[in-house]
């Protein structure tokens, strides 16, 4: 039967190495296959986070041979097998144990966004096109891939001044939903940081959900801070009626 050589992180957030690990190839099998090989038969103490094993839930992010990737999905005859196949924690989030890492901030960030709010007297009808618009940000997993691939976070650790995509891609549900009466878009600027995003489009190459993030989410979102904050016709419009009142 054929091999594969694994290098899997070990360790936590003080200190930790790589560990070699040989693990049998059956057809079909993916990293996640192997890594619960490793914890059925050569290390049972190996902490992997994960849960339906389908795709998801997000739970079995990790970053294998360098990308950000659910290891559910990641199908071992895909890798090149004659080299080690490295998987290691998302960069982004402290270490817990091994695989496991911390990604209890993104839930902080959460809590500043504003739920959803009709406005006063609302229809309950909108058009199917309005629904189309905004179900495509329903189909997040949470795995934070894009929060760990994004070099804002992960490159320039600014957790406390930025969002990062994933929740970019909630606002942007919420606030292109036709019956929603609230605007996040000063939140946008002054707390959520989405200035500091120059749209790279990493998080949409690594959401396994195929979410356009950086094209149907985070752009949009910008033009709205812009024509609301510096657009120059908005800024006299806004002097004229503070004039006014």
């Known amino acids: 039967m054929a091999e594969a050589r694994l290098q899997v992180f070990r360790g936590d957030a003080n200190s930790g190495s790589s560990v070699d690990y040989k693990v049998p190839i059956a057809p079909g099998m993916v990293v996640l296959d192997a890594l619960h090989y490793i914890q ?110 994004c070099h804002v976070l992960r490159d320039h650790d600014k957790h406390d001044q930025f969002a990062g995509p994933r929740f970019f891609v909630r606002v942007a549900g919420l606030e292109m939903h036709p019956l929603d009466g609230v605007s996040r878009t000063k939140l946008l600027r002054d707390e959520l940081g989405l200035g500091l995003c120059n749209i790279t489009k990493c998080c949409t190459e690594v959401c396994p959900e195929e979410i356009r993030i950086t094209d149907n989410a985070i752009i949009p979102l910008k033009e709205r801070v812009v024509d609301q904050f510096y657009d120059p016709l908005h800024w006299l419009v806004r002097k004229i009626r503070g004039a006014a009142g």
């Open 40 to 149: 059925g038969y050569l290390s049972p103490d190996l902490a992997v986070r994960w849960n339906c094993k389908a795709g998801k839930c997000g739970s079995c992010s990790a970053e294998v041979n360098g990308r950000p990737r659910l290891t559910c999905k990641t199908r071992m005859d895909s890798l090149p097998l004659d080299q080690p196949i490295v998987v290691q924690p998302m960069k982004s989030f402290p270490v817990i144990k091994d695989l496991v890492t911390d990604v209890s901030w993104n839930y902080k960030v959460n809590k500043k966004i504003p739920p959803f709010q009709p406005r006063p007297g609302t229809e309950w009808k909108f058009f199917q096109q309005d629904v189309d618009r905004v179900q495509e940000f329903r189909k997040c997993i949470e795995c934070f891939l894009c929060q760990n691939v």
